[in-house]
DNA sequence: TTGTACGCGTTATCAA
DNA sequence: TTGATAACGCGTACAA
């Protein structure tokens, strides 16, 4: 047995009694055909098992259907949500996904943009790190469509997915105000993202507005274990604050566990939470966080659509959307 | 501009004065090529942006270095850990991952597979559903090598990963008799995979030989809101079981979240919960839960290396692997 | 070491 | 509607 003994258009032909060309229409939506040809056709590819080679055509017709994802901490809850919801739609779209872990670093995107391009992929849809602008004008040299979802950048060229947080933030600063508490805290990882950095500004300057006293704290990475850190740090000040906005659900999760089992608060009666993202764990029992969805069918929606386009409409579109997160009301929050 | 301008070794050849072939051979490790050459082929290449079309090179080479992850529920705790761990050992390996992600029926994971031949994928890992045997056929045929990762199937050919769920169960049993449980019970989903009916058989076996009363319950899909379901189930029974050992992490997390808030009880004063799979969430402050951890690495290592290796080495072999689950002592049983 | 010529499996073009 | 032929970009046997 040969290495790789794959059946192709030949011998699909030879089998049907016709030639290459009618086997490769049959398989050619739209493509003519005299039925009874098609018949045969099909007959002898499906006693061969035959498949049309996604490698030749994409080289043929210069589009290979490949639509490469290029995330890191894929495993989060966020982020394998949102995962979910572009690998559904790009499948539905007839598309298929090739996915890149990266580590957290930029250089890191930057070699997987240069492996899409290898692969011919059709576009790229990148959720974490941000590319150098030369290799993005390299991805849009080979005619390879870029996607930036939550990333703050002002490169013409990619579509820009954003997502309106500063705004969502400031109506969690209202939602302390009117809880009754006057000591507010904003806990960050030290990531230093766009979307967190832009959250934090939103919640602040809103909690300012409303003449609240506002403290900030920022540590590690964006995680469950962050948040306790942050519970900490926040819980063991002077004057402890009365309600804290953390700039994800992950982290609000470790600061609630640290603030109830550490500090023995309850919420919300002693202590008001509130997180982003809504990931399924902001639902349990346990935590009943008070949350901002993400509209992830919204954006997959977006994403997918623009990508499958045809390039004069893509020309012409304003590339930037901005998409509004959705209050989740829970139980960690007093009042709503 | 043109609709796909991308730079070919033609190009390159051209600004550097050589032959086509010889770029070819600077980007083939091993290849024969003077130094001087060498350098002026890979400034041209560099200030031309040039990247080698990997769907030309599979053409030829047989070999696309595509591996296909086929998939449902990957947003799943469990499931995404193990994508993660994968997708970094196959990207290591220097292998490309294309997912595809399917719904629970095996129809789906056949059309998944189609897939991956006409992508002429080296490789497919099935996570989920199991394939027609006469689809498995079809990708041996064509070249392609199969990992069966939890599926419990007979037929020749794929790599099989199995856990040990059945012996691992059975110490759970023995956990809870030293804990001093008399009534224990089992909570499933309905999905009757075959793992978790593994765990379901080796728990009841080893509980009832040690004596214990026994009573198994199973609903829904294996997730959060069944856990719940399944605490009502189990804890409005005449004679409420003192022990429960949750099919998966995911069940006991709901679980657990009923048995504390709907039903008071305390963990594990009143009531010890075991779980499976040690979800990042096993962890946290909120559930501590004992349960059982996948060797993760260990999966994705042996699925990787035996792919990756040579075809005799891969017809000899028993395709055959038995991973050991680790106990996870935490706080939801007593003892230990 | 280098260049020429061919084949990989497909689609597109064109004449029949 | 059909079949022959030319690409697509690459690897490689062969000859130079």
């Not at 005299?34 to 017709?61: F, Q």
């Not at 901490?73 to 298929?96: C, F, M, W």
């Not at 519970?231 to 063991?236: C, F, G, K, M, P």
Request: with cysteine; proline share 4%.
């Amino acid at each position: 047995m040969a290495s790789k003994p794959s059946v192709s258009a030949h011998d699909v032909a030879e089998r049907a009694g016709v030639s290459r060309s009618a086997v490769s229409r049959t398989f050619t939506p739209g493509a003519s055909v005299a039925p009874e040809t098609r018949e045969r056709v099909l007959k002898a590819a499906d006693e061969l098992g035959y498949h049309v080679n996604h490698l030749a055509r994409g080289l043929m017709r210069r589009e290979s259907g490949i639509v490469c994802l290029i995330v890191s901490d894929a495993a989060t809850p966020y982020r394998s949500a949102l995962l979910r919801e572009l690998t559904i739609h790009l499948q539905n779209a007839g598309k298929v996904v090739m996915l890149i872990n990266t580590d957290r670093s930029d250089d890191s995107v930057g070699q997987a943009l240069r492996q899409a391009i290898r692969y011919q992929a059709d576009a790229s849809i990148i959720l974490s790190g941000l590319p150098d602008k030369s290799i993005t004008q390299l991805c849009l040299k080979n005619g390879q469509r870029l996607v930036l979802i939550n990333r703050d950048d002002d490169q013409p060229g990619p579509l820009k997915i954003n997502l309106n947080d500063e705004e969502a933030s400031s109506r969690i600063a209202l939602a302390f105000e009117r809880a009754g508490c006057r000591h507010v805290a904003f806990a960050n990882s030290d990531a230093r993202t766009p979307s967190l950095m832009a959250r934090e500004r939103g919640f602040s300057k809103a909690a300012e507005a409303l003449g609240l006293e506002v403290t900030v704290e920022r540590y590690g990475w964006t995680g469950y274990e962050a948040g306790k850190v942050l519970a900490h740090r926040l819980l063991t000040r002077k004057i402890r604050p009365e309600a804290v906005f953390c700039a994800t659900d992950l982290l609000a999760c470790g600061f609630m566990d640290a603030a109830r089992h550490e500090f023995g608060l309850s919420i919300p009666g002693q202590l008001c939470v509130a997180g982003f993202d809504d990931i399924e764990q902001a639902g349990w029992e346990s935590y009943q966080l008070t949350t901002f969805a993400q509209p992830l069918a919204s954006i997959a929606e977006a994403a997918v659509s623009w990508l499958c386009s045809a390039p004069e409409e893509t020309a012409m579109s304003v590339p930037s959307v901005l998409i509004e997160p959705q209050l989740i009301w829970r139980k960690s929050v007093r009042g709503g």
